[in-house]
Each structure stands twice: as C-alpha cells, then as structure tokens.
C-alpha cells in the first residue's frame, strides 16, 4: 500500500521555524519526485517545493525562496520541508506529493499524503 505521511505542522510566530516530514512507503522512493504543497482556506493549491530523487535537483516557489529548504533522508524514504522566518501567508493545510518523474518540477502527481496543519500567528 503506497503511504505518504506528513507530519510536524503546528503552531508557530510569526519569524519561527517549522520542520515538515514526508514518510514514504510502498513504492519505489529512489524513482520519484517528492513535492510539497499548500493551500489555505479560500485558495488555491500552491506547489512550493519538491526535489528529484534522482539527482537532487530542487525546486522553490518564489514567495518561499530563501527561507524554505528541501532535503531527503535515503535511508528513511523521508523528505523534510525546513521553514524558516514563516509568516501569516504561510499558514496553510501542507501536503507532500509522489510523482514518477525526474522533472522537477513534475507536471503530475501520483501520491498524495493527507495532510499537515501549519498556523503563523502574527
């Protein structure tokens, strides 16, 4: 069963850091691209990062440019999201996606996880 599950969302001030997890499982994690997603309440749904497993290459969007990093554990099929210097706009429901791609960014997803609530105050 292909499982992806985020988690580390939370309560936080504006200016603080957050650290979100992508643990994956039932697929092949080596030969996909991993995505991090977000959408508030009223919006649409936003991509602001994802990595190639393949090579590493990585992708920001541009409100999250230099604050937000992407990394990946191999030996622990997970895929962070470090956030740093949030602010209110951040606030949002965030989702790590699957895609069978080595584009990055992918054109489609074929995972979704459920989910992970991350609130700014300001």
């Known amino acids: 069963e292909v499982q992806l599950v985020e988690s580390g969302g939370g309560l936080v001030q504006a200016g603080g850091s957050l650290r979100l997890s992508c643990a994956a499982s039932?697929?092949?994690?080596?030969?996909?691209?991993i995505g991090w997603f977000r959408q508030a309440p009223g919006k649409e749904r936003e991509g602001v990062s994802c990595?190639?497993?393949?090579?590493?290459?990585?992708y920001y969007a541009d409100s999250v440019k230099g604050r937000f990093t992407i990394s990946s554990d191999n030996a622990k099929n997970t895929v962070y999201l470090q956030m740093n210097s949030l602010k209110p706009e951040d606030a949002a429901v965030y989702y790590c996606?699957?895609?069978?791609?080595?584009?990055?960014?992918?054109?489609?997803?074929?995972?979704w996880g459920q989910g992970t609530q991350v609130t700014v105050s300001s």
């Open positions: 996606a699957a895609a069978y791609s080595d584009y990055v960014p992918p054109l489609s997803y074929d995972y």
């Open positions: 039932g697929f092949t994690f080596d030969d996909y691209a």
């Open positions: 990595i190639s497993r393949s090579d590493g290459t990585t």
